[in-house]
């Protein structure tokens, strides 16, 4: 029974008069409207079909979700289309309309090597798992190498660490190096050289874990799922029916979540990928001051939201002038669209060259893209390449606010 139900399990009906029976058909009726309307949500669907003569991809709005068995196919319904199956590979993204994002308050946030993050708090360890209290979502199990970091709710960025070990920072900004052995609701095991330490969570402030990169041309196919109190967690399989989302967790654990609960799901690996969900194998800086920056996900290369002629932008690479980043894309594309930006917060100061390289070879440039600014979206054809390399250059400022983002980068195949 899911909280969008109504429990009659256990109660008797009583023999009325006529009255008694009208008021209570009555009331019967208006109970179950009122529950079938709370699953009356509508979604907006984003295809990996690109639209005829335009840069951009065919979106179904405005319609119900029938049932979803991913990663096998989506049943969605609206007057125009009637009843329609699409492929789950076939989709980009399904958005709540109208979704209102509330993050949960909570004293710990999870942070995860692929960028989602939890907020809750850690409950323990077991079997290379970290058992984490999720806000909205219960008790969540996600391996060790899967995890980036555990920091304070709106502590400092963590990013992903390469190093073969762990980092321990605490309050007083001292720190320790070595390994994570246990983590618990109040304490952690820390193994350095000092031998194994239990730490109290009060004196913490973040935890980065040392790990591995992978990267490879087409991420594992999975679904993003976005909540509305801010968390977010991919998933290999669910199953979306009758007012629940049956959802796998990265370590095999199903767990249930009303779907009015739902503002988003992300096609990791499907037809279209986000270049955001590729790992680059190269990235060069170069910085007229020796201040290099680091290329940013979804954000400026500042950390704030992307935003460009006058909007905001939920995905695209943030990087700062004279920056190249470089992908394995293993010939298995047909082209790539994007949207060149200065993002806005780089004031009357930025300005900027941009070039898309195919196996080192320009295939676009676009010239002296000013702050605010975003050109027309590029689709650059790629069948065949190997390798594919985004560039931006200073333009006669010397570097100052050259901060330029990659709108909507993202790859589709066949």
């Given at each position: 029974m899911t909280r969008l139900g109504l429990n009659m399990a256990g109660r008797r009906m009583v023999k009325w008069g006529g009255v008694g029976v009208a008021l209570m058909t009555f009331l019967w009726v208006s109970l179950g409207r009122a529950a079938d309307s709370q699953t009356q949500l509508y979604w907006n669907i984003t295809t990996a079909e690109p639209a005829v003569g335009q840069q951009e991809f065919v979106r179904l709005n405005k319609v119900q979700i029938r049932h979803w068995n991913y990663p096998g196919q989506i049943v969605v319904r609206s007057p125009a289309l009637g009843n329609r199956r699409?492929?789950?590979?076939?989709?980009?993204?399904?958005?709540?309309?109208?979704?209102?994002?509330?993050?949960?308050?909570?004293?710990?946030?999870?942070?995860?090597?692929?960028?989602?993050?939890?907020?809750?708090?850690?409950?323990?360890?077991?079997?290379?798992?970290?058992?984490?209290?999720?806000?909205?979502?219960?008790?969540?199990?996600?391996?060790?190498?899967?995890?980036?970091?555990?920091?304070?709710?709106?502590?400092?960025?963590?990013?992903?660490?390469?190093?073969?070990?762990?980092?321990?920072?605490?309050?007083?900004?001292?720190?320790?190096?070595?390994?994570?052995?246990?983590?618990?609701?109040?304490?952690?095991?820390?193994?350095?050289?000092?031998?194994?330490?239990?730490?109290?969570?009060?004196?913490?402030?973040?935890?980065?874990?040392?790990?591995?990169?992978?990267?490879?041309?087409?991420?594992?196919?999975?679904?993003?799922?976005?909540?509305?109190?801010?968390?977010?967690?991919?998933?290999?399989?669910?199953?979306?029916?009758?007012?629940?989302?049956?959802?796998?967790?990265?370590?095999?654990?199903t767990i249930s979540v009303p779907i009015n609960q739902v503002a988003r799901v992300g096609i990791v690996g499907g037809r279209a990928v986000w270049l955001t969900d590729l790992t680059p194998t190269r990235i060069d800086q170069v910085s007229w001051i020796g201040d290099n920056r680091p290329m940013r996900k979804n954000r400026c290369v500042t950390g704030r939201p992307l935003q460009a002629n006058g909007k905001f932008f939920a995905h695209g690479l943030g990087v700062h002038v004279n920056c190249s980043v470089t992908y394995k894309i293993g010939g298995i594309y047909k082209y790539l669209m994007v949207r060149p930006a200065m993002d806005a917060s780089a004031g009357v100061y930025g300005r900027a060259n941009v070039m898309i390289l195919a196996d080192g070879k320009v295939v676009y440039s676009g010239h002296h893209l000013l702050a605010g600014m975003a050109n027309a979206v590029v689709r650059v054809p790629l069948a065949g390449v190997q390798r594919l390399t985004l560039k931006a250059v200073d333009a006669g400022r010397y570097g100052v606010r050259g901060r330029v983002d990659w709108l909507n980068a993202v790859l589709v195949g066949k």
């Amino acid at each position: 029974m899911t909280r969008l139900g109504l429990n009659m399990a256990g109660r008797r009906m009583v023999k009325w008069g006529g009255v008694g029976v009208a008021l209570m058909t009555f009331l019967w009726v208006s109970l179950g409207r009122a529950a079938d309307s709370q699953t009356q949500l509508y979604w907006n669907i984003t295809t990996a079909e690109p639209a005829v003569g335009q840069q951009e991809f065919v979106r179904l709005n405005k319609v119900q979700i029938r049932h979803w068995n991913y990663p096998g196919q989506i049943v969605v319904r609206s007057p125009a289309l009637g009843n329609r199956r699409l492929p789950t590979r076939d989709i980009l993204a399904v958005r709540l309309r109208n979704a209102v994002v509330v993050p949960a308050v909570s004293a710990w946030q999870l942070v995860l090597r692929d960028g989602d993050i939890l907020p809750g708090y850690p409950m323990g360890t077991r079997h290379e798992n970290i058992i984490f209290h999720a806000a909205g979502l219960g008790i969540v199990h996600i391996p060790f190498n899967a995890v980036a970091g555990l920091r304070r709710a709106r502590g400092v960025a963590i990013r992903n660490s390469l190093a073969d070990h762990d980092s321990l920072y605490f309050n007083n900004d001292s720190h320790l190096t070595g390994a994570v052995v246990k983590i618990g609701r109040n304490r952690l095991v820390f193994q350095s050289k000092l031998g194994n330490t239990t730490i109290p969570l009060s004196r913490v402030n973040h935890i980065v874990l040392g790990g591995v990169a992978v990267s490879s041309a087409r991420p594992v196919l999975g679904a993003r799922i976005a909540f509305l109190n801010g968390a977010s967690l991919r998933t290999p399989k669910f199953n979306w029916s009758n007012g629940e989302l049956a959802l796998v967790d990265p370590a095999g654990k199903t767990i249930s979540v009303p779907i009015n609960q739902v503002a988003r799901v992300g096609i990791v690996g499907g037809r279209a990928v986000w270049l955001t969900d590729l790992t680059p194998t190269r990235i060069d800086q170069v910085s007229w001051i020796g201040d290099n920056r680091p290329m940013r996900k979804n954000r400026c290369v500042t950390g704030r939201p992307l935003q460009a002629n006058g909007k905001f932008f939920a995905h695209g690479l943030g990087v700062h002038v004279n920056c190249s980043v470089t992908y394995k894309i293993g010939g298995i594309y047909k082209y790539l669209m994007v949207r060149p930006a200065m993002d806005a917060s780089a004031g009357v100061y930025g300005r900027a060259n941009v070039m898309i390289l195919a196996d080192g070879k320009v295939v676009y440039s676009g010239h002296h893209l000013l702050a605010g600014m975003a050109n027309a979206v590029v689709r650059v054809p790629l069948a065949g390449v190997q390798r594919l390399t985004l560039k931006a250059v200073d333009a006669g400022r010397y570097g100052v606010r050259g901060r330029v983002d990659w709108l909507n980068a993202v790859l589709v195949g066949k």
